[in-house]
Nanobody, 134 residues
Framework: QVQLVESGGGSVQSGGSLRLSCQVS????????MAWFRQVAGKEREGVAA????????FYADSVKGRFTISQDNAKQTAYLQMSSLKPEDTAMYYC???????????????????????????WGKGTLVTISS
């Protein structure tokens, strides 16, 4: 059974940094697309960043570009989201997602990234909470 487990969330002050990790288990191959989403209660889920394992291409929502970095360690079956210069508006539950069938198809919009929208991502983690205080 494939599982994605996020870790690394927490509470930091504005301007601080956090690194989120997403450990994949129960899958022997490299996920073709790994992504991070976030959601605030009462709001739509927002695609934050994605990485295509095929060519290493990375994608970022405008709201995090230049501050967040997504990476992937295939040997460890782990994806990371390095978050710097954090702002109170980054406060959210952060979810990791993976697609085993397809690379990343990303559409950037005003409300973040739409990642593999058609058919959806195959697997989701349960989330890790990030809280940024001013």
């Amino acid at each position: 059974q494939v599982q994605l487990v996020e870790s690394g969330g927490g509470s930091v002050q504005s301007g601080g940094s956090l690194r989120l990790s997403c450990q994949v288990s129960g899958y022997s191959y490299t996920m073709k697309c790994m992504a991070w989403f976030r959601q605030v209660a009462g709001k739509e889920r927002e695609g934050v960043a994605a990485i295509d394992s095929g060519d290493g291409a990375t994608f970022y929502a405008d709201s995090v570009k230049g501050r967040f970095t997504i990476s992937q360690d295939n040997a460890k079956q782990t994806a990371y989201l390095q978050m710097s210069s954090l702002k109170p508006e980054d406060t959210a539950m952060y979810y990791c997602a993976a697609d085993s069938r397809r690379g990343c198809t990303v559409v950037s919009g005003r409300d973040g990234l739409r990642i593999n929208d058609y058919g959806g991502m195959d697997y989701w983690g349960k989330g890790t909470l990030v809280t940024i205080s001013s």
